[in-house]
């Protein structure tokens, strides 16, 4: 069971936060409360299903991007900055959809 959803996004001077709680259907984008259902944090995990936990480092002005995935077993944690997985535009556009609303 997955106890809450840790996504920081930063980007040359703006960064982006959200705190998904499963449990409660609520995530918290840049601290503003948003509804969120269980099909959309199911779509999220199906995006980085198959990532691995360490993308690197390149460059200085680069996107960094990190998640937490936070259960009763451990946390597993995937990291990135200048090298990204090949769905990320994927994940991008996912984050963009709770941003928006």
Known sequence: MINKILIEINNIGNTFNMIILPEYNKCFVNNI?????EDKINELLNIIINWKNNYGLKGIDMEEFNIEIVTSEGTDKYYGKGVYPNNYHIFKEWVSELYDR
Do not use: D
């Open 33 to 37: 409360e948003k509804e969120i259902k």
